[in-house]
Structure formats: C-alpha cells, structure tokens
C-alpha cells in the first residue's frame, strides 16, 4: 500500500515571469541598451525617408515603388524594446525574452506587484510616468514587429509604420525621462 503525505502548502511568494532574473552587474549595462535604443530610432528615420526620397532611390539603384515599411516597423519596436531592458536594467533586472520584458514593464511599474519595499519609494515617481497605453504600445509594436517580419501576405501600410514610428519616438523619450529621474540607493 502506497501512502502519501498531505503537506500544508505554503503562501507563493510573487514569481518573476520567465526569462526575467534579478541580477546586480546589469546595471551596468543601462546606457548601452539606450544607445541601442538611439541607434534603432536612427535607422528608423533613415530606412522611413529613403521610402519616400525618389532622389535618394534613384542614387541607391531601388525600384521605382521601393518601400521598406516592414522595417520601419522592425526598428521602432527594437527601439522600444532596448529602452524598455534599460528601464529594467536600471532597477537591477536582466530580462531575455520579450514577453518578459512586457510583462515585466507591466509589473514593475503599472501594477507594482512584484515590487519589494525597497523600491517602492524609487518606483513612486516612475510609476505615474508610464502607464497601461505605454505597455499596450509596447506590446502592440511587438505585435506590428512580427507580422511585418513574418507574415508577408499581411498588408503593411505607411499609417502603420508611422504609427510605429511616433509610439517608438514617444516611448524612448519617456523611457530615458524615467531613467533619469531613478535614483538608486546603495
């Protein structure tokens, strides 16, 4: 006869989402995703005017109905997504995949569920800078980032890729505004 003990369970502390890890060193690494960020803000303008520059077609050999919106797309939400790992980066946590990093915006900084008492008073100020329509943009560019990556059937459109490109502007600069005003405390 098999017995089995019952064992009372114990309160779940709040997990981290998977692919998100607490990890000190990674602070280190704030000002590079930024500079990533800038970087992909940059190639976005770039590949967004030569779609409508003819002149600068011409010079470059393209096709008469050139157009690289998917890319557009592509590099705004790689801007938002950097800044979003500086964002986490700055407050101590490594994130690998990008439902976590998602998720994590959502927790650390709309819901502060997973937030421990020593943030609380550092997240205060962040917190009412970045809201649910920052996490939906966000997530919403991930979204536009993948049809436009792999889904060539699905039409990609100049109003997308403009809409993507003011989300990834907007974003990137309330991201840097809150990085800014984050002070940490040893």
């Not at 114990?10 to 970087?39: C, F, H, M």
Request: charged residues 30%; aromatic residues 10%.
């Amino acid at each position: 006869m098999i017995y089995f003990t019952i064992m009372p369970m114990q309160p779940k502390k709040d997990k981290l989402p998977k692919g998100l890890s607490k990890d000190a060193t990674v602070i280190n690494l704030v000002s590079r995703y930024l500079e990533r960020a800038e970087k992909n803000l940059e190639l976005m303008s770039i590949i967004s005017e030569l779609s409508k520059n003819r002149e600068a077609q011409k010079a470059f050999k393209l096709s008469e109905n050139y157009s690289n919106d998917e890319w557009v797309i592509v590099t705004s939400y790689f801007a938002m997504y950097h800044s979003a790992l500086a964002l986490l980066a700055k407050i101590g946590y490594k994130s690998d995949t990008h439902t976590a990093t998602i998720i994590a915006l959502e927790k650390f900084f709309v819901e502060k569920e997973l937030i421990g008492q020593e943030y609380l008073a550092m997240f205060k100020h962040a917190k009412d800078q970045i809201n649910k329509q920052d996490i939906d943009n966000l997530s919403k560019g991930k979204e536009n980032r993948e049809i436009a990556q792999y889904k060539v059937t699905e039409a990609i459109n100049l109003a997308i890729a403009e809409a993507s490109m003011k989300n990834a502007y907007e974003f990137v600069n309330k991201i840097r505004i809150i990085i800014d005003s984050l002070k940490i405390e040893n």
